[in-house]
């Protein structure tokens, strides 16, 4: 008998330790953690809820009547999870002062069979997270805002650029047709004076044909510049795209300026492809593109020199290259890079009096572009140029 008792003693002793290693285990918990009874009565709490909680004495009341579950809309999830044993999780928490953020997660407890008799819930203080989270939000919308209002200037800026710039074309092509009225009329009359004179080789014609020149010039820098107004604005969908058998349209278009090459006897040898290519294209953009090409291999041409122009079928990549060569001066290496950009002159067309703008090649890369293809310009200073024309085949 007295075995009996003093193991059961025992028995109560060590369930007691127990019971107190757990209740040190559960405060020393960097989590707040509360026991409910199968009715929602607080049965114990840890030391970590008693500092969060405004609560003084929580034993013994019910959850159910406590306004921080009330006010996070708790109960339902405690009803179901009590009657159900459906644990849940809610984030982001309120204290009941406001300064905190948490998270809970609670579940079941069940006796020896299995049946729920109560449940843990745990809160996990997430404030540091959450206020971190909330001061990026409050960044992010100031840049939302400052990328809403930069845009809004920007798109306000551009439009007054797109107004400037329509008002700068409308100007420039304005000014273009009105110039062209006067440069007629003065060629006009440089005709008729030329013809008061008995002989062509009179000092006074040659001084009226270099005036003659002169206005030729300043016609075609004015025909460049009106041309480049316009481009930008321009969509494939206005380029006149016609059949174009190339033979017969780079012989009219050699044709037409020989008498340039004729004044400085430079030979003009356009050769003819046995297969006639045809492309699809802009007759006028192409011609232009054309005849810009040739004219400056005649016009920066060496005297007695040559231009050749020949047509390569490409048909690995389905492209038919027009190639332009001459022996003229060339262009200086540190030119190449830029030959295609808008206003730039080489060396040699600002020192002879022959440029123009420097608008000439820009305009033809554009042109190929706006055909799909592409222009490649090789050259030596001194040894003569070989532009490469690439265009789709049809």
């Keep these: 008998m007295k075995n009996l008792k003093r193991s059961r ?3 109560i002793q060590e369930i007691a330790k127990l019971n107190d290693l757990n209740k040190r285990i559960l405060d020393s918990a960097p989590i707040s953690i509360i026991i409910i009874d199968k009715k929602g009565v607080i049965t114990f709490v840890n030391k970590y809820f008693r500092q969060i909680s405004v ?34 999780k809610k984030a982001n928490c309120v204290s009941i002062d406001g300064s905190e953020y948490i998270n809970i997660i609670a579940i079941p407890t069940k006796d020896e069979n299995g049946r729920i008799n ?34 809004r200037l920007l798109s306000e800026a551009n439009a007054k650029l797109e107004k400037s710039l329509k008002l700068r074309s409308q100007f ?38 270099s005036i003659d020149r002169e206005i030729n010039r300043v016609a075609d820098i004015l025909s460049d510049i009106t041309f480049f107004t316009s481009i930008d604005e321009e969509s494939v969908d206005s380029m006149n795209m016609e059949k174009i058998y190339l033979n017969k349209f780079l012989e009219d278009a050699a044709g037409r300026i020989k008498s340039l090459a004729v004044k400085k006897n430079i030979k003009v040898i356009f050769k003819k492809n046995k297969s006639n290519p045809v492309i699809n294209g802009d007759k006028i953009k192409l011609e232009k593109l054309f005849l810009n090409i040739i004219s400056n291999s005649i016009k920066y041409g060496k005297k007695s020199g040559w231009v050749k122009i020949y047509i390569e079928p490409d048909l690995k990549n389905k492209e038919i290259k027009i190639i332009i060569s001459d022996n003229g001066i060339g262009i200086a290496k540190k030119d190449m890079p830029r030959i295609f950009d808008r206003f730039y002159r080489t ?13 000439g090649l820009a305009i033809c890369k554009w042109i190929v572009e706006k055909h799909n293809g592409k222009i490649v310009a090789e050259s030596t200073a001194g040894k003569g140029s070989v532009f490469t024309v690439s265009l789709p085949k049809t």
């Excluded at 159910?64 to 044993?85: D, V």
């Excluded at 745990?122 to 845009?151: F, H």
């Excluded at 060396?347 to 608008?359: A, I, Q, T, Y």
């Design 9 to 11: 003693v025992k028995t």
């Design 55 to 88: 609560e003084k004495s929580p034993l013994n009341k019910s959850i159910f009547k406590m306004p921080f579950f009330i006010r996070e809309k708790l109960l339902p999830s405690y009803k179901k999870l009590l009657s159900e044993g459906t644990p849940f």
């Design 118 to 151: 109560g449940a843990i819930s745990m809160a996990v203080d997430v404030s540091e997270t959450v206020r971190a989270k909330l001061k990026l939000d409050e960044l992010n919308s100031q840049l939302e805002n400052k990328i809403a209002e930069k845009t």
């Design 172 to 209: 420039i092509s304005d000014a273009g047709h009105e110039l062209r009225t006067p440069l007629s009329i003065a060629k006009l009359n440089l005709e008729f004076f030329k013809k008061q004179f008995p002989t062509e080789n009179s000092p006074s014609v040659e001084i009226l044909d």
């Design 347 to 359: 060396g040699f067309s600002r020192h002879d009096g022959e440029g123009g703008f420097g608008l």
